[in-house]
């Protein structure tokens, strides 16, 4: 397999502390082009830049995550918005959103900081990486009202969101989960998401898909998450995998240079 673009990672988690240098090292072998590592804080969005420098094929964001929001300190985005200035591997704001999903949750903090990230991403011209769970309600009526360029992480929510959110000509990001035996509520998801609005990615180290749930995943595994989504449209599972590489490409803002698509070992 080649183009595996994987456009929502965490390699700056401690899962990947022994061995984070070999594992990337070894992921352009395995037909991976391109990794974006996604933050949740500001501290995350440092790390990430400093990681995302040492690798042409890895770009990054800047953002704070909704889970996170009570640790959000005043100033917070002016500070994202300096580091998102600093580095041209930064390619979007995220990941912002709205988690209603452990109890003790601050809802209007929550809204706050996604709303003024959707701001900051507006005046940077940068799409935004969306982060919802158990919120869909406000999660909607937010992006109703900003129309962000972006992308719905993650997807869990049902088929009917699904086509509201690419009604607001928004992406979609699935992961392992739709290899899942239970994945039958994303599947019906996927299935209302136009080829040119999917995106693919692991979330890692978290969600491998089938035969490794359970088990550190990097963004190798997005073959076997391709495979089932390929399978569903009826499509080549290499097909699949040029299309979303192509679609993440886009969404980022990555240059394509002619033939590179053929080649994996051939830098962006
Ligand atoms: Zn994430």
Redesign the pocket.
């Known amino acids: 397999m080649r183009n595996i673009f994987d456009t929502?990672s965490?390699y700056g988690d401690r899962a990947f502390d022994d061995d984070r240098a070999e594992v990337l090292a070894g992921l352009p072998g395995k037909g991976v082009r391109c990794a974006v590592l996604?933050s949740?804080s500001v501290k995350d969005t440092e790390n990430n830049i400093r990681l995302a420098g040492e690798y042409d094929w890895i770009y990054t964001t800047a953002g704070f995550h909704p889970e996170y929001a009570s640790d959000a300190e005043e100033g917070c985005v002016s500070e994202l918005r300096k580091l998102a200035l600093s580095s041209p591997d930064v390619r979007a704001i995220g990941?912002i959103g709205l988690d209603y999903h452990y109890e003790g949750y601050d809802r209007e903090k929550q809204i706050k900081l996604f709303c003024d990230q959707l701001e900051l991403a507006k005046e940077l011209s940068l799409p935004v990486i969306i982060?919802s769970r158990d919120a869909a309600e406000d999660t909607m009526r937010i992006l109703r009202e900003y129309r962000p360029e972006g992308v719905m992480?993650?997807f869990s929510y049902s088929a009917e969101i699904a086509k509201e959110v690419i009604k607001l000509g928004m992406y979609i990001g699935f992961t392992g989960v739709i290899t899942f035996r239970n994945a039958k509520k994303a599947l019906k998801a996927l299935a209302e998401v136009p080829d040119d609005r999917l995106l693919l990615e692991t979330?890692c180290p978290y969600m491998a898909p089938e035969p490794y749930r359970g088990r550190r995943c990097d963004s190798s595994m997005i073959a076997h998450t391709a495979a089932r989504a390929a399978e569903l449209r009826g499509m080549d599972t290499q097909a699949l995998l040029d299309m979303t590489c192509r679609n993440g490409m886009r969404f980022y803002g990555i240059e394509e240079k002619s033939g590179a698509e053929n080649n994996h070992e051939e830098k962006l």
């Open positions: 929502h965490h996604v949740c990941e982060h992480h993650c979330d």
